[in-house]
């Protein structure tokens, strides 16, 4: 087994684990599930912190995939969804969501110039990239079959869907339709 192979398959897991915690994390913060034991800023902080380490991770696995000679992929395989013909579809959702958590991030540095409610719009995508990347790496993982990695892929999706309920009783009705948070005092 090739070093660049070991890179590819940690670095993807290694992405994977901090997107499921800057996940867990938003919701956790969002929803107020941790109450006051801690404060909002550094709870915040993390978050953002876990969300940049995934993009960083995600952005090795890439680089690893585009020198690796056993699956060759180019870097327009690695950059447009669709391209690549070695599962096409699992590609294509781990190349989507790489540039919708782009987005997202960016997000944390002009919030204040697109409002909370536009932010928020644009936040509400990272449940689309936990499920495209869960999906990305149940479909095109080497690993997924090995019961730590299935057991982070089951654990990671219980986790972040229990909190979306959570999440959705936390607000009212009238707050979700307005796009108001029960956080959008910060």
Do not use: C, N
Not at 34 to 60: D, P, R
Not at 85 to 91: E, F, I, M, N, Q
Request: glycine share 10%.
């Amino acid at each position: 087994m090739s070093w660049e192979w070991l890179v590819i398959r940690g670095s993807g897991i290694a992405a994977f684990i901090l997107l499921s915690g800057s996940t867990i994390w938003g919701l956790l913060v969002s929803s107020k599930a941790l109450g006051k034991l801690a404060k909002i800023k550094a709870l915040t902080w993390f978050h953002e912190s876990l969300g940049i380490s995934a993009l960083l991770a995600t952005g090795l696995h890439m680089f690893a995939l585009s020198i690796h000679d056993f699956l060759p992929f180019t870097w327009g395989e690695i950059l447009i969804p669709g391209k690549s013909s070695w599962r096409t579809l699992p590609v294509a959702l781990g190349v989507v969501s790489f540039y919708t958590l782009v987005i997202i991030i960016i997000s944390f540095y002009v919030k204040k110039h697109i409002g909370h409610k536009a932010w928020r719009t644009i936040h509400f995508a990272s449940l689309g990239v936990f499920l495209g990347s869960l999906l990305h790496g149940i479909m095109s993982g080497s690993d997924t079959r090995q019961p730590l990695v299935a057991g982070l892929y089951f654990g990671s999706a219980v986790v972040v869907a229990a909190l979306i309920a959570v999440r959705m009783t936390s607000e009212s009705p009238r707050d979700r339709v307005a796009g108001v948070s029960p956080d959008a005092s910060r």
